[in-house]
């Protein structure tokens, strides 16, 4: 009965806030009941609420501080004083330690476990005060593998594949307690490694005597494996199989998808196989939803940048391009933008080629030309939907370009994305697409140009004076920066100087006198000169920004942004 009183009380409590109605309370607890799952883990699953909502809703009741694992810096003292297994058994995170005071900050989410927090208190010894934060269950798990570190466990299974002998200690790799095929627990501990490493992408690489194993990691591939070739007809078919792939045909290129339950959320995984010399070249897209939909205030955007995106956001219709070559994290930010508006008073209807991230409240579609269903077709079918937002994956022809503009012209925000690399290079391309100028002009809300940096390690980035070549690309801005930083590498980033990744964005606020502008073909030249009038930064400028703030390094800018423009003479 306490546990049912506890149930109704979550979701009362989120009823009286507003946050899910009575109908989603009655459909979870109906869910419940077929169930063993936690009310608020249902809730989230089901799209009524997100984790960080509940975290806090109950933080607040008990009159507790909640905790957002994601902005936390590990603290080594703090994680010395308690032992890695005890914190996986008790779902509990230490997150700091004041030596003067004598506190250990630990996050949990159980406040009420008085058991555990008894049993830490007796191994840490009287002198110690205990400070309980509240955190997201699915948090939990992923930040005590982050700061406790974790290994590949695949040496093991290796050995067990070879010898033919039982590794036991790798058998909760698979997620259970039985025994599995050591080349079901070999994939799952690589797939498990890359997400717990922040992987985009997972490559395995067929060479003539062996499988390379790469991740792709903020931008980089870098090497995690190298097996003999023995191993590649085993992994390529389990990995054929659980993508739902052909496992006889070897000949032509397949696509696939899987899932995977990591720390109490799903993972999906894009699969995409290509016939080699040597055989097939497997690459995995990792899609994890929870780490690639952010709010725009996640993003670290800078101030400036966030005023102007509102304001592209607050016009009813027309049509928002975002540009970028692929992997420039596109797609992530028309997500965030549309988090921004998505709510029950809208219609969003998108079209994607695949739809990566299932979201809620979001009608989403995939094209498909078995079907007959293109972007142009898929844009005629939603107008018949009542749309009021519309997402269109991508602009790649005449007749989706026309369709998306006639979209806008009718009343209805447009959100795409466009090739090109540059805000302003978006122009020709429309054109030599075949848009014309009138058409463009006061139809286009805004363009977003975007790349993706990776940002230096706090722990170890180094400071040093600019060379006199560094002080020219870094033009009038240098007279400010008496010291860059530059990457170094230590435990904490896995001695690569970088850890996570930050967009810069060139953004181009379309208004009346940048309408007439593109209605009269002006060149490139004109059109610049007058967004610069308008506060227009270029990414090179943005880019630069973010060096002299000690975000990132000028090697690192000049790898994904054009600077060679700022060298005089």
Known sequence: MSEQRKKLRLGELLVQQGLITKDQLAIVLAEQRNSNVPIGRLMVRLGFVTETAIRDIMARTVGQESIDLSQVIADPEALSLVPEDFARRNHILPIAFDPVEHVLTIATNDLFNVLVLDQLRSMLGPQVELKAQLAAEAQLGDYIDQFYGHELS??????????????????????????????????????????????????????????????????????????????????????KVVSEMNIAETRAPQDGRLSLTLNGRPVDFRVSTQPTIYGENIVLRVLDREKSVLSLDRMNLAKATIQKLDVMLSRPEGILVVTGPTGSGKTTTLYSLLAQVNDETVNIMTLEDPVEYPLTLMRQTSVNELARMDFANGIRSIMRQDPDIILVGEVRDKETAEMAFRAAMTGHQVFTTLHTNSALGAFPRLLDIGIQPDIMAGNIIGIIAQRLVRVLCPHCKEAYAPSPEERMLLGAAADHASFLYRPVGCKHCGNKGYRGRTPIMELLVMDSDLDELVARRATAKELRAEAVSKGFRSLSEEGITRVIEGVTSLAEVARTVDLTGRIRG
Not at 211 to 220: A, E, F, H, P, S
């Open 154 to 239: 695949v040496d093991g299974i290796l050995t067990e594949i070879e010898t033919g002998e039982i590794d036991y200690d790798s058998l909760q790799v698979g997620g259970d307690d039985e025994y599995t095929q050591p080349m079901v627990r070999l994939i799952n501990a690589i797939l498990v490694d890359s997400v717990k490493r922040g992987a985009s992408d997972i490559h395995f690489e067929p060479e003539y005597a062996f499988l390379r194993i790469r991740y792709r990691i903020d931008g980089v591939l870098e090497t995690v494996r190298s097996l003999h070739k023995t191993y590649m007809a085993g992994i390529t078919v389990r990995l």
